[in-house]
C-alpha cells in the first residue's frame, strides 16, 4: 500500500490546526477556558509551539503545491491548498492571515498594543469562521464518500446486467 505525501500532510495540517483551535480557545476567556481547565499558561505554550509547526507545514504545503504545478501533474485531486475547489483557496488565504496575525500578535504585544488588539480581533473572529468552514468541510466530504460509494455500487450492477442490489430495489420504490 502506498501511502500519498500530500494525504499524509493533509491530516497532519489537520491534526494541528485542531490542536491550535482547541488551545486558542482556551485562551479567549472565560466561555472556553474549560478545555485545558483554565490553565492559560499551558494553553499558550502549546498554541506557540504548534504554531510553528503549522507555519512549517504550510511552507511545505506551498512548495509541494508549487512543484506540482509546475511539473504539470493533473492526473489526480490534490488533497492541499492550491486545487479546483474555492475551498482549497479560503484555506490558503485564512492560514496565510492566520500566519500574518499570529505573528503580529506575537511581536506587538508588549510594544504596540493597538496592533496587538487588531490582530487579536482578526485572528479570533477568522477561527470562528474557519470552526464553521471546517464543519462544513467534514459534512461534505462524508456525503461524497457516501455518493461515491453509491455510483460506484450502480456502475458494478450496470457492469453485471442491470441487477440492483436488494437495498438500491427498495430505495427506487419509494
Same mark, same amino acid.
Given at each position: 500500500m502506498k501511502i500519498r505525501f500530500d494525504f499524509v500532510i493533509h491530516w497532519l495540517w489537520?491534526?494541528?490546526?485542531?490542536? &491550535?483551535?482547541?488551545?486558542?480557545? /482556551?485562551?479567549?476567556?472565560?466561555?472556553? +477556558?474549560? @478545555?485545558?481547565?483554565?490553565?492559560?499558561?499551558?494553553?499558550?505554550?502549546?498554541?506557540?509551539t504548534v504554531a510553528a509547526v503549522y507555519v512549517l507545514l504550510t511552507f511545505i504545503v506551498i512548495a509541494y503545491e508549487v512543484i506540482r504545478i509546475i511539473k504539470n501533474k493533473q492526473d489526480r485531486l490534490?488533497?492541499?491548498?492550491?486545487?479546483?475547489?474555492?475551498?482549497? &483557496?479560503?484555506?490558503?488565504?485564512? /492560514?496565510?492571515?492566520?500566519?500574518?496575525? +499570529?505573528? @503580529?500578535?506575537w511581536i506587538c504585544m508588549d510594544s504596540n498594543m493597538k496592533a496587538a488588539?487588531?490582530?487579536?480581533?482578526?485572528?479570533?473572529?477568522?477561527?470562528?469562521?474557519?470552526?464553521?468552514?471546517?464543519?462544513?468541510?467534514?459534512?461534505?466530504?462524508?456525503?461524497?464518500l457516501v455518493w461515491t460509494k453509491t455510483a460506484e455500487t450502480k456502475a458494478t450492477a450496470k457492469l453485471k446486467g442491470g441487477e440492483l442490489p436488494f437495498r438500491q430495489k427498495e430505495k427506487r420504490m419509494i
Open positions: 489537520a491534526i494541528v490546526f485542531a490542536i &491550535l483551535a482547541l488551545s486558542g480557545l /482556551t485562551m479567549v476567556g472565560a466561555k472556553y +477556558g474549560w @478545555i485545558l481547565n483554565y490553565d492559560i499558561s499551558t494553553a499558550d505554550y502549546i498554541h506557540r490534490p488533497w492541499l491548498v492550491i486545487g479546483r475547489s474555492g475551498y482549497q &483557496l479560503f484555506t490558503l488565504i485564512t /492560514t496565510l492571515i492566520f500566519i500574518i496575525t +499570529g505573528v @503580529i500578535i488588539a487588531f490582530a487579536l480581533y482578526v485572528h479570533e473572529k477568522l477561527t470562528f469562521i474557519v470552526l464553521a468552514s471546517v464543519i462544513w468541510h467534514i459534512y461534505v466530504k462524508c456525503h461524497d
